[in-house]
């Protein structure tokens, strides 16, 4: 008998690849997704194979789900600031609501759930690089707070059903991670700077771009998750490349790595936009024997592979958002 996982999210970027890598597991696969920020079109090529089934629903309705399921990957969540901006009562219901039908469906099915939490918990962070016991540093009612107060809800009715109902939960705190079918209109800084790079458009730095970030390549990323789940650790792990880097030195590797010749134009810093931003992974290392392997070039080329092979109406779908606007003063 395959084991059957429910994923959540599942038209989205991480959720698509993780559908992707259960399928190949040999697992029966549920994809579910509302489709307010996810496209069918990452999924499409899983339609014919008949250990996978879509079914198109919004998580913070009651989740119904009939025979068995052995495990829940919560990955539904509007994830870029500006889905904040444009949807943030579904960012704040899909981290609770959600996350609390989902902890029901678990409990009732007695499967095993991990839920994607976000370095996002650690806010603006004050310790660097941030590890687990770090308490985080959140703006709760600024622009990012509906998503990340939702996620450190999220964190606590995880640990809450398992501790009081005594159900398998499984917490990743996920750090930025690329790769193909990343949207290119959502306005984080791959897709941006990969848009404007092929649209020949000059790259748009946010501040003076001495803002930090680490990357990780969707396939490190996948597999680390996939790790803890089938661990047996249920406090939060980081899953992320400690590898940082400024956003303007990326900005001029994204050139060179192009070929464009694009200039860099600055733009005013968004919002409690964290400073610096770096997994201490020390911790998923030693549970779970895992580390990034991809590097940066190679992630990188795979991704601008992937934004190339984009129509040119796909392309332009994708202008540019511009965040100065939104700027709470
Ligand atoms: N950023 C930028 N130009 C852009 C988009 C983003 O300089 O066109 C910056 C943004 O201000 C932030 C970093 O890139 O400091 C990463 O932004 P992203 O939205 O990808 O993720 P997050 O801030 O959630 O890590």
Same mark, same amino acid.
């Given at each position: 008998? /395959? /084991?059957?996982?429910?994923?959540?999210?599942?038209? %989205?970027?991480?959720?698509?690849?993780?559908? @992707?890598?259960?399928?190949?597991?040999?697992?029966?696969?549920?994809?579910?997704?509302?489709?307010?920020?996810?496209?069918?079109?990452?999924?499409?090529?899983?339609?014919?194979?008949?250990?996978?089934?879509? +079914?198109?629903? @919004?998580?913070?309705?009651?989740?119904?789900?009939? %025979?068995?399921?052995?495990?829940?990957?919560?990955?539904?969540?509007?994830?870029?600031?500006?889905?904040?901006?444009?949807?943030?009562?579904?960012?704040?219901?899909?981290?609770?609501?959600?996350?609390?039908?989902?902890?029901?469906?678990?409990?009732?099915?007695?499967?095993?759930?991990?839920?994607?939490?976000?370095?996002?918990?650690?806010?603006?962070?004050?310790?660097?690089? $941030?590890?687990?016991?770090? =308490?985080?540093?959140?703006?709760?009612?600024?622009?990012?707070?509906?998503?990340?107060?939702?996620?450190?809800? $999220?964190?606590?009715?995880?640990?809450? =059903?398992?501790?009081? !109902?005594?159900?398998?939960?499984?917490?990743?705190?996920?750090?930025?991670?690329?790769?193909?079918?990343?949207?290119?209109?959502?306005?984080?800084?791959?897709?941006?700077?990969?848009? $404007?790079?092929?649209?020949?458009?000059?790259?748009?730095?946010?501040?003076?771009?001495?803002?930090?970030?680490?990357?990780? +390549?969707?396939? @490190?990323?996948?597999? %680390?998750?996939?790790?803890?789940?089938?661990?047996?650790?249920?406090?939060?792990?980081?899953?992320?490349?400690?590898?940082?880097?400024?956003?303007? @030195?990326?900005?001029?590797?994204?050139?060179?790595?192009?070929?464009?010749?694009?200039?860099?134009?600055? /733009?005013?810093?968004?919002?409690?936009?964290?400073?610096?931003?770096?997994?201490?992974?020390?911790?998923?290392?030693?549970?779970?024997?895992?580390?990034?392997?991809?590097?940066?070039?190679?992630?990188?080329?795979?991704?601008?592979?992937?934004?190339?092979?984009?129509?040119?109406?796909?392309?332009?779908?994708?202008? !540019?958002?511009?965040?100065?606007?939104?700027?709470?003063?």
């Amino acid at each position: 008998m /395959k /084991k059957r996982v429910l994923i959540t999210g599942a038209a %989205g970027f991480l959720g698509s690849h993780l559908c @992707d890598k259960f399928i190949l597991e040999g697992y029966e696969v549920i994809g579910m997704d509302n489709l307010i920020t996810g496209d069918l079109k990452n999924i499409e090529h899983l339609f014919k194979n008949s250990d996978f089934e879509f +079914y198109h629903h @919004d998580v913070s309705k009651f989740v119904h789900v009939s %025979g068995t399921l052995d495990y829940i990957l919560h990955f539904a969540s509007p994830a870029s600031p500006i889905d904040y901006l444009k949807i943030p009562i579904q960012t704040l219901k899909v981290g609770s609501l959600g996350t609390h039908n989902l902890l029901g469906l678990a409990k009732e099915k007695n499967a095993r759930i991990l839920i994607a939490s976000t370095s996002e918990v650690y806010g603006d962070p004050l310790v660097h690089p $941030q590890t687990e016991e770090y =308490y985080g540093n959140v703006n709760t009612i600024g622009p990012r707070g509906v998503y990340d107060e939702a996620k450190r809800f $999220q964190e606590s009715i995880t640990m809450a =059903y398992h501790r009081f !109902h005594g159900i398998e939960t499984r917490i990743a705190r996920i750090f930025n991670t690329y790769g193909p079918r990343m949207r290119l209109n959502d306005g984080r800084v791959i897709p941006a700077f990969m848009g $404007q790079a092929l649209r020949g458009e000059d790259l748009t730095v946010f501040g003076d771009g001495s803002q930090t970030r680490s990357f990780c +390549y969707v396939e @490190d990323e996948i597999e %680390g998750l996939y790790r803890l789940l089938l661990s047996d650790y249920s406090l939060p792990v980081n899953i992320g490349n400690p590898l940082e880097i400024s956003i303007l @030195d990326f900005a001029e590797e994204i050139i060179k790595l192009t070929g464009t010749n694009q200039k860099i134009i600055f /733009k005013p810093l968004p919002k409690d936009d964290p400073m610096q931003r770096q997994p201490d992974i020390t911790k998923a290392k030693k549970i779970l024997g895992w580390e990034p392997k991809i590097s940066r070039a190679e992630g990188m080329k795979k991704t601008f592979d992937y934004f190339k092979s984009l129509t040119p109406e796909e392309l332009l779908k994708s202008e !540019h958002k511009d965040f100065s606007k939104h700027i709470i003063k």
